[in-house]
C-alpha cells in the first residue's frame, strides 16, 4: 500500500448500551456516539491525511451517520461515498440479540473457542470465508489509495486490520474494537491514534488542532 487507510468504527449506539449484537440490524448513535465521531472528525481533519482524504462506509445507519458528521471536518470537504463490502458481519436470526439470549438459544456457543468464533455459528448468519472474502477483495483494490477514512463497524475493523497485518485468524477476532481511536494503516504497519476521550470535552474540545494532533501522535502506538 502506498498511501494511507485511516481506519474508524462508528461511534456508540443505542444498542450497543443494550450490550445488543447489531449486525446487519441497525440502532442510531447516542449522544456520546455522535460526539465520539465529532472528536474523531477534528482529529482527522487535523492530520497530515486529512487535506486530501476521501471517505468511503458502510451503508448501514450507525456508520453513515458516524461519516456524516466526520466529513465536516474534513478540508478537501469529499463526497461520501459507500461500499457494501464495509457492512458488518451478519448474524442472521441472531442479530439484535443479547449474549443471554443467544447462549439460551444455543447453549455451549460460547466455550472454549466459541469466545471468538461464536459468531460464525448462527444457522443463518455469514460465514467466515464469505466475510474474509468480501474484505480481503476491498483490501486489495484499496493498495494504490493515496488517503483513505473507512468508517465501518466492530468485526469488520477486526479482520481488516488482522488482514493487512497477515495476523492468525484468532489474533484478528480477538483484537478491540474501541470507539474512540483511529487505525492508521500505512507501509505495512498500523498505528494506533488515540482520539481525546469524550468525557474530557467541553465547548473547547478540538478547538485548537494543532494541539490535539501532537497529543494523539505522541501517544501512538504501533503494532
Known amino acids: 500500500m502506498t498511501g494511507s487507510i485511516l481506519l474508524v468504527r462508528h461511534g456508540e449506539t443505542e444498542w450497543n448500551l443494550q450490550r445488543r449484537y447489531q449486525g446487519r440490524s441497525d440502532s442510531p448513535l447516542t449522544q456520546r456516539g455522535v460526539a465520539q465521531a465529532d472528536v474523531v472528525g477534528r482529529l482527522l481533519g487535523a492530520l497530515p491525511e486529512g487535506e486530501t482524504a476521501r471517505i468511503i462506509a458502510s451503508p448501514q445507519r450507525r456508520a453513515r451517520q458516524t461519516a456524516e458528521i466526520i466529513c465536516k471536518h474534513l478540508a478537501a470537504a469529499p463526497e461520501l461515498q459507500f461500499d457494501d463490502r464495509l457492512r458488518e458481519l451478519s448474524l442472521g436470526s441472531w442479530d439484535g440479540l443479547t449474549y443471554g439470549e443467544i447462549a439460551a438459544r444455543c447453549p455451549g456457543v460460547f466455550d472454549g473457542r466459541g469466545r471468538y468464533e461464536w459468531y460464525f455459528r448462527s444457522p443463518d448468519g455469514e460465514r467466515y470465508d464469505a466475510f474474509a472474502a468480501r474484505l480481503g477483495e476491498l483490501l486489495a483494490e484499496l493498495k494504490a489509495v493515496h488517503a483513505l477514512v473507512v468508517v465501518t463497524h466492530g468485526l469488520v475493523t477486526r479482520l481488516l486490520r488482522g ?50 494532533l501532537r497529543a494523539a501522535a505522541g501517544r501512538a502506538r504501533s503494532w
Open 163 to 212: 488482514l493487512y497485518a497477515g495476523l492468525p485468524r484468532e489474533a484478528a477476532l480477538l483484537l478491540p474494537v474501541p470507539q474512540d481511536k483511529i487505525f492508521r494503516l500505512s507501509g505495512g504497519s498500523i498505528e494506533e491514534l488515540p482520539v481525546k476521550p469524550v468525557d474530557s470535552c467541553s465547548g473547547s474540545c478540538g478547538a485548537d488542532r494543532g494541539e490535539t
